[in-house]
């Protein structure tokens, strides 16, 4: 959508359809970045060049912004070493902060990624922090300098939807940055609310890798987060707590015992 651009960090897009390049084929890329109509793509740094034949920067079009995530890193100081290495490999500006100490869950680190998130910010990355949804780290990575928050729909790639909508929904109440919704997106109808709710963005990767039709899928996605944009900006109606309203005034009613 052209005449609603989604600026972040400083730059505009009109997709707000960020696409994760991990779990699928590197040969699927151009087809999903194209289907979906993306214009950032996560990559991790390990899989740049992990193979002399194959390299995930070969497959990515050129005309997309690359957002290197820190994959890995265990606390603040990994993901920072990789956040420079990634910029020196020449992957730019933007960065995704995931910092995981839990192997079973794979939930995030709060506190690390505040750490994280005020180093890079002062060395002028535009950093999008992978976060649990809380306030108070919202606030927290706000005044660090991140140029928008990611909070987890569901625990990481289990495409269960928006487990914590109710704790999204007051970071994007409360919160004066982008909301990308990040991580358990498991169908575009559950992108399509997220986006009703009023986030950004939408962030999604398992769900296109492990549906039959990975293409298809981005294209599903595409227009599920345009729709759910559409209908935020439009203005949702109104919903009744009990009763019901009729459609059309009740006055075409034959008259009691006609």
């Keep these: 959508m052209h005449n609603d651009p989604f600026l972040l960090g400083g730059h ?4 707000r359809f960020i696409l994760g390049s991990g779990k699928y084929s590197l040969h699927l890329i151009e087809a999903a970045v194209r289907d979906a109509g993306a214009e950032l793509i996560t990559l991790a740094l390990r899989r740049a060049n992990t193979k002399e034949e194959e390299n995930i920067l070969d497959f990515i079009p050129k005309t997309v912004t690359l957002l290197p995530n820190t994959s890995g890193a265990r606390n603040a ?37 505040v750490k994280a998130t005020e180093i890079l910010a002062k060395e002028g990355f535009i950093v999008l922090p ?9 606030r927290d990575l706000v005044n660090a300098g991140a140029a928008a928050v990611m909070p987890l729909a569901a625990p990481i790639g289990s495409n269960k939807g928006l487990a914590a909508k109710e704790f999204i929904a007051i970071l994007i109440d409360e919160i004066d940055l982008p909301v990308i919704v990040d991580a358990g997106i498991g169908r575009p109808s559950q992108a399509c609310e997220a ?3 009023g986030a950004a963005a939408i962030m999604a990767n398992t769900a296109l890798a492990t549906a039959g039709d990975l ?7 595409k227009l599920a987060i345009e729709a ?8 949702l109606g109104r919903v009744l707590t009990r009763g019901a309203s009729a459609s059309d005034p009740l006055t075409g009613f034959l008259r009691k015992g006609e």
């Design 12 to 15: 505009e897009f009109h997709s």
């Design 77 to 113: 100081e990994e993901a920072v070493r990789i956040a420079r290495l990634a910029r020196a490999m020449g992957c730019g500006d933007f960065v995704k902060i995931e910092i995981m100490r839990d192997a079973k869950y794979l939930l995030p680190d709060n506190a690390e990624t």
């Design 195 to 197: 986006m009703e709710m």
């Design 130 to 138: 992978y976060m649990f949804p809380d306030l108070t780290c919202a």
């Design 228 to 235: 759910g944009r559409k209908a935020y900006l439009a203005g």
């Design 215 to 221: 293409p298809a899928m981005a294209s599903a996605f």
